[in-house]
């Protein structure tokens, strides 16, 4: 079965400095990793993926991930908060069926303080 | 492109009540999903689509049904409404059943049932 955990619910930074939001994984085979976030009273909003390749994926408004397959993480990362990055992020996995259903973590709201 | 649509944005239920959800997209996908959300929770997939004409269970089907008359449409059913389902709930779809493909969502409809 796969799964991923948030272990952080609420994350807080200042304005200006670097900010990470925390996302391991659990899955069989090769994971298929993924960030969204969610503003308020919005959907959900694709940031990056890792599929495959560099362990540093780069994706929008300037965040970035790094896949470590040792410790089965997919951490995402910025290195200037904005105070308008202030939302839900979710981390998910997706499944090796043919339906490529997601599993989200249960998300991590990050503020930035300015 | 409007992507992604839902109908209603909010909708009040009294206990026992039906209702029928909306989602609609026009980007010609054909793997669509129905997913729910509860504070703590992250999101749980309650019914998908990998077609015109089919439909299976998620995680969390009890409750619902769906069905998927139309490639554009999907449809997510409450024949008895219960508090439990209160929630806000989303749907996404993506392209084909190639994993590397991120879902699109839309905007959710808040329910609540009292």
């Known amino acids: 079965a796969q799964s991923v955990a948030q272990p952080e619910d609420q994350v807080n930074v200042a304005e200006g400095n670097p900010l990470t939001v925390k996302c391991t994984y659990s899955v069989s085979g090769n994971p298929y990793l993924f960030w969204y976030v969610q503003y308020p009273n919005r959907g959900l909003q694709f940031l990056l993926k890792y599929i495959t390749g560099d362990n540093l994926v780069k994706g929008s408004y300037g965040f970035e991930a790094e896949f470590n397959k040792s410790q089965t993480s997919f951490h995402l990362k910025k290195p200037s908060a904005l105070v308008s990055d202030s939302a839900l992020y979710f981390c998910a996995v997706r499944d090796h069926t043919g339906a490529n259903n997601l599993f989200f973590g249960t998300g991590t709201r990050l503020t930035v303080i300015p | 492109n409007a992507g992604v649509t839902q109908t209603p944005k909010f909708r009040v239920l009294k206990t026992g009540q039906s209702m029928t959800l909306l989602c609609a997209q026009d980007m010609n996908h054909e793997y669509m999903y129905w997913y729910r959300q509860d504070p703590g929770m992250g999101l749980r997939l309650i019914h998908y689509s990998v077609g015109e004409g089919t439909t299976a269970k998620g995680e969390v089907p009890d409750g619902y049904n769906v069905s998927r008359l139309k490639k554009q449409n999907f449809l997510l059913g409450l024949e008895s409404a219960a508090p439990s389902q209160t929630s806000v709930y989303f749907c996404?779809?993506?392209?084909?059943?190639?994993?590397?493909?991120?879902?699109?969502f839309g905007p959710g409809t808040r329910l609540t049932v009292l």
């Open positions: 996404a779809s993506t392209p084909t059943s190639a994993r590397g493909n991120e879902q699109f």
